[in-house]
């Protein structure tokens, strides 16, 4: 060791030379790192200390500098050390900003997207480190099963039709070719809506965003209380949490949002709440006919609050559900809310609410002062599409690869995964995802970092809770493992599971002799 290093780091070494040498190549860089965190967060290693160059590091441990910088490589993506020409490399981490950040991160106070932000870095860490992996992190629908050909038709045929009036500055209302197939395609899903019940939104994401501002009006509350299912989607929980908005989590069983937990929190004070019917995100489940009678039975007795219905990949679902709007006693408590994203194609930008008029008013005033409203053009390809005769043997078809995908998954994880091992995988209905809950020693970091080593990126669970913390599931896009490997990635996450939990015993056992 030469002496630029500060003592803490020197003692590290000494320890951590005898533990590498017993890890394979591959791994080694990663218990480096591992070590080297603990030291930093723990304290024992303060910001300013400096670490051993690269060279010097690979020397004392005797392992390749390759090895040496994919640790530091992987630290400096967690923020904790930094390099810089001249000065070397250093702690860049310090326990009190640790807990400022810890504080500001709680819901009731925070406004910063961890959730986006915890996706973000812990795929660019693998994808770094694991550049051959493939990625099965992301929620998004396969692009080779969305209806290319529908689409081109669609708009050629809008494009070949456009007037001087579609160019116009123009209103939240459906153009009236989209209103009429909208109104078909609802019936048949059997949702009840009319023509003037819609506003056109430029997304779910931006309807799910315009239907909160309308139960702040209607409330005269610039922060609300918003009952969120635990686990779901984590964007549209930071971008509530951005806008100042409290949530308080749902509990999610088999048949979807459970009545006695949605019932907590609405007893609670919750304002609104947010459900997803169908192919929740991300367990894959939909509700049950009776749990949509449950449901409505808990809400109608919280006659103040809104339901806002996220129906994020109807289309390529199948069989219709129907929606709270159905019932009289509460459709105007509705707002529903259609994607056409996940079915038809993410880069459409279009989604549609239909909610009664109490709301649907506030929704279109709404809609007017963010971007007054969406493409015309775009609209009419949507209506095209829509009215495509080809169009549903194509959704059909798409249904199927995601159901026959997860189905192979699950049962390729559940059959190499040692009976006593408890994992659960959620009975997905719908949707490209398989959300798997990990045995209780086994972490969620860990089981990603092992299946991306072996091949496949997956999705941890924490960003999909309310709070900071959660380490125990993991998330698949079944939808996009091509035809032929799903047993294969199945195996592969299977084993990381295994690896994780044997690796989590071996540290007990160590830690306890
Ligand atoms: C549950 C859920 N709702 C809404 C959306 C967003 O849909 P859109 O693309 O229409 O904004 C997504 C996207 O992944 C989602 O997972």
Redesign the pocket.
């Known amino acids: 060791m030469t002496g630029s290093a500060n003592s803490g780091a020197e003692e590290w070494i000494e320890l951590l030379a005898s533990t590498v040498d017993r890890h394979q190549q591959g791994q080694k860089y990663r218990v480096i790192a591992t070590a080297l965190e603990e030291e930093i967060r723990s304290g024992r290693m303060k910001r300013g200390d400096r670490l051993p160059t690269v060279r010097d590091l690979s020397e004392n441990l005797k392992i390749s500098a390759t090895t040496a910088s994919a640790a530091y490589r992987v630290l400096a993506q967690r923020g904790l050390i930094t390099t810089k020409v001249g000065s070397g490399t250093r702690v860049a981490f310090n326990q009190a900003s640790r807990r400022a950040h810890a504080q500001s991160s709680t819901p009731e106070r925070s406004t910063a997207p961890w959730r986006r932000r915890t996706q973000k870095t812990h795929i660019y860490r693998l994808q770094t480190a694991f550049p051959e992996a493939a990625n099965y992190a992301s929620?998004?629908p396969n692009p080779s099963l969305l209806p290319l050909s529908v689409l081109k038709r669609a708009w050629r045929a809008a494009i070949g039709g456009l007037t001087e009036n579609q160019l116009r500055y123009s209103g939240p209302a459906p153009v009236s070719e989209l209103a009429r197939v909208l109104v078909s395609r609802l019936e048949s899903d059997l949702i009840p809506a009319r023509a003037t019940d819609m506003v056109i939104g430029s997304?779910?994401?931006?309807l799910?965003t315009l239907a909160l501002n309308a139960v702040s009006e209607l409330s005269q509350k610039s922060r609300l209380l918003v009952a969120v299912e635990e686990p779901?989607?984590p964007?549209?929980f930071d971008t509530y949490e951005r806008l100042e908005h409290r949530l308080i989590g749902v509990q999610v069983d088999d048949e979807g949002v459970r009545p006695e937990s949605l019932e907590n929190a609405l007893a609670a004070g919750a304002d609104a709440v947010l459900v997803?019917p169908r192919a929740?995100?991300p367990t894959g489940v939909s509700w049950s006919t009776s749990r949509l009678k449950e449901i409505a039975e808990v809400v109608a007795t919280h006659p103040g609050i809104v339901v806002i219905e996220?129906d994020?990949f109807a289309g390529a679902m199948r069989p219709p559900l129907g929606s709270l709007l159905s019932d009289p006693r509460i459709e105007d408590m509705v707002i529903y809310i259609r994607?056409?994203?996940?079915a038809i194609a993410?880069d459409l930008?279009l989604?549609v609410a239909v909610t009664r008029p109490r709301l649907r008013d506030l929704l279109m005033e709404g809609k007017f002062f963010a971007d007054g409203w969406s493409s015309n053009l775009s609209q009419m390809a949507l209506a095209n599409a829509l009215s495509d005769p080809a169009l549903d043997p194509e959704l059909d078809q798409a249904f199927r690869f995601y159901a026959r995908q997860r189905q192979e998954l699950t049962e390729a994880i559940l059959s190499k995964t040692p009976a006593g091992l408890p994992i659960r995988i959620s009975p997905s209905t719908g949707g490209v995802n398989v959300w798997v809950q990990l045995p209780q020693n086994a972490a969620a970091t860990e089981v990603a970092e092992r299946a991306a080593a072996s091949g496949i990126l997956v999705a941890t669970g924490e960003p999909f809770f309310v709070r900071v913390g959660r380490d125990d599931a993991v998330r698949l896009n079944a939808g996009m493992v091509p035809a032929g490997q799903a047993e294969q990635v199945g195996h592969s996450l299977a084993s990381a599971i295994v690896e994780a939990t044997n690796s989590a015993s071996d540290l007990f056992l160590q830690h306890n002799l």
């Open positions: 929620g998004t997304s779910a994401q931006q799910l779901g989607y964007t549209i997803t929740h995100n996220d994020q994607s056409f994203s996940k993410p930008r989604a």
